[in-house]
């Protein structure tokens, strides 16, 4: 079983969001940058990670070749595979952190759209209804307006004390 890189998972999780192959919405990031700004934002976190992702594949074949089977590498050579560790978990680590930011981007694009159709209907019914505008039934009196509450401090009950 190949093993999946940090971007393979950010292409299957922006593909499963907005619903259309990658190269679909590459398209659409560039051409229509204002309509979906979630989109454009995953893509350039998307492409940071393909660079990314690429220098870890490079670190990781360096890192490979330094201490293949059989290979004694060289006391020059010990300085370049620690640098190469070093450098590997330094972009495995940025490709982590480039997968959580596409995955925030993602739960964002999901509570807008939820938001969006959430209770919005229900706060307008209710907003028409308390307005007066809303139909009555003939023959019904309308509810009597209620007092506002005050606001602010107290006034003294009496005058000014000396």
Do not use: F
């Not at 606001?151 to 005058?159: F, K, Q, T």
């Amino acid at each position: 079983m190949p093993d999946t890189t940090a971007l393979d998972q950010a292409t299957s999780m922006i593909e499963k969001a907005w619903d259309q192959p990658i190269e679909v919405l590459e398209v659409l990031a560039v051409r229509r940058p204002c309509e979906d700004p979630l989109l454009r934002s995953a893509m350039h976190i998307r492409t940071a990670l393909a660079i990314t992702d690429n220098a870890a594949a490079v670190h990781q074949e360096r890192l490979h070749a330094l201490t293949r089977p059989g290979y004694v590498p060289a006391y020059y050579e010990l300085d370049r595979i620690v640098s190469s560790a070093a450098d590997l978990r330094v972009a495995l680590a940025e490709s982590g952190a480039h997968v959580q930011a596409i995955r925030r981007v993602v739960e964002a694009r999901e509570a807008s759209s939820t938001a969006d159709r959430g209770p919005a209907p229900s706060l307008s019914r209710a907003a028409v209804a308390r307005s007066g505008l809303a139909p009555r039934t003939p023959g019904r009196l309308p509810d009597q307006p209620v007092p506002a509450a005050a606001v602010g401090p107290r006034a003294p009950a009496s005058g000014p004390r000396r």
